[in-house]
T-cell receptor, first 114, second 114 residues
Framework: AQSVAQPEDQVNVAEGNPLTVKCTYS??????LFWYVQYPNRGLQFLLK??????LVKGSYGFEAEFNKSQTSFHLKKPSALVSDSALYFC????????????FGQGTELSVKP | DGGITQSPKYLFRKEGQNVTLSCEQN?????MYWYRQDPGQGLRLIYY???????QKGDIAEGYSVSREKKESFPLTVTSAQKNPTAFYLC?????????????FGPGTRLTVL
């Protein structure tokens, strides 16, 4: 079965430090990978996606993610965290010829302290 | 959230009632989706529609129904058959129902059963 795992329910980072939110996937075939962010009681905002090509993908608000096929991972990173980055982050995968269906991880709560 | 509206923001339902959640988009997108979000479980797909007058069940369709009579509208009805409807409901749309397309989300409706 296709699945996405975010192994950490919560990540705590000090402002100005680098942050990493982890995501691993298990799919058959080539995955298309997405990261979204959700602020309290709001919808999801798209950050970035990997379809093909360069393994390092740059997205909105200074975030980037690295696709690693051998480790089946797609970790989200930012060189210098801001307090305003505190939110819930979701990794998702879609599959070729599956009508755009997304499979989401359970989410990781990022807390950035001043 | 721009381009996709959901109403109402909060909805309260009594046992045995059917309720309908509205989702409208002005992005001229062909595909629309409904997800349910529960704490710690990520998002799960309820129904999706690739084109007007067509829709498919997602992973948790039981107790829900949809219609797609207009391109811009994809209402979700939560029926009395849904045993545990209290959740946050998110509508999304994408240009086409392709695996590489980005889904854009509305602000959500929080449904509570009294």
């Amino acid at each position: 079965a296709q699945s996405v795992a975010q192994p950490e329910d919560q990540v705590n980072v000090a402002e100005g430090n680098p942050l990493t939110v982890k995501c691993t996937y298990s799919v058959s075939g080539n995955p298309y990978l997405f990261w979204y962010v959700q602020y309290p009681n709001r919808g999801l905002q798209f950050l970035l996606k990997y379809i093909t090509g360069d393994n390092l993908v740059k997205g909105s608000y200074g975030f980037e993610a690295e696709f690693n096929k051998s480790q089946t991972s797609f970790h989200l990173k930012k060189p210098s965290a801001l307090v305003s980055d505190s939110a819930l982050y979701f990794c998702a995968v879609s599959l070729y010829n599956q009508g755009g269906k997304l499979i989401f991880g359970q989410g990781t709560e990022l807390s950035v302290k001043p | 959230d721009g381009g996709i509206t959901q109403s109402p923001k909060y909805l309260f339902r009594k046992e045995g009632q059917n309720v309908t959640l509205s989702c409208e988009q002005n992005l001229n997108h062909d595909a629309m989706y409904w997800y349910r979000q529960d704490p710690g479980q990520g998002l799960r797909l309820i129904y999706y529609s690739q084109i007007v007058n067509d829709f498919q069940k997602g992973d948790i369709a039981e107790g829900y129904s949809v219609s797609r009579e207009k391109k811009e509208s994809f209402p979700l009805t939560v029926t009395s058959a849904q045993k545990n409807p209290t959740a946050f409901y998110l509508c999304a749309s994408s240009l086409l129902a392709m695996s590489t397309d980005t889904q854009y989300f509305g602000p959500g409706t929080r449904l509570t059963v009294l």
